[in-house]
């Protein structure tokens, strides 16, 4: 009988409650999650929209650029059209086959315009994106969360883990425009 007294003596002492020293070191944290909407970040911060309205401006440029070119091998499509019965077979050949190179390079501009005008746009988005990660980071490590999500992945909580505002405040207040870098 003192043997089983003895085990639940040591038990109780050992398993029951935590030691003192060790409840006091234990951080107090309401919240060590909080979730950003990011989608948001990089569509309405302010760096965001001027990526935007860059993105459009060139496309415009390089749009009317390309139809410039378009009208201009149009009529010279038509010219050729009503020379071909004037012309010999063979100048009539080596005209079309100008025309046609022309045309090939025309398209190949505006391939390559569109694939320049992608990656700069590429490029300044995933800028912004390092920013929005700093400036993330900046404000888990100040509140001492311990995960910052994205609300994608978040099917419900509260509104209080919610830090998409002061991040974008604070994104705005540091990256106010971001430059689109044509690479020719």
Not at 5 to 19: E, I, Q, T, V, Y
Not at 81 to 96: F, H, N, T, V
Not at 111 to 121: D, F, G, V, W
Request: hydrophobic share 40%.
């Amino acid at each position: 009988m003192s043997r089983i007294f003895f085990m639940a003596l040591f038990s109780l002492c050992f398993w029951g409650a935590p030691p003192a020293s060790l409840a006091e070191t234990a951080p107090a944290q309401t919240n060590t999650i909080a979730v950003v909407d990011v989608l948001r970040i990089l569509t309405q911060s302010d760096a965001a929209l001027s990526v935007q309205k860059q993105r459009e401006t060139l496309r415009e440029a390089f749009l009317a650029e390309i139809s410039k070119t378009e009208q201009a091998l149009s009529h010279e499509e038509k010219e050729l059209s009503q020379k071909m019965s004037a012309l010999p077979q063979e100048d009539y050949a080596k005209k079309r086959l100008a025309y046609e190179e022309k045309l090939i390079d025309a398209r190949k501009l505006a391939q390559s315009r569109k694939q320049t005008l992608e990656e700069a746009s590429n490029k300044a988005m995933s800028d912004l994106r390092e920013a929005l990660y700093i400036v993330v980071q900046e404000i888990a490590n100040e509140k001492k969360y311990a995960l910052v999500i994205s609300n994608q992945n978040v099917i419900a909580g509260e509104k209080s883990l919610d830090i998409t505002e002061e991040t974008l405040r604070r994104l705005n207040a540091r990256v106010k425009e971001i430059k689109l870098k044509l690479e020719k």
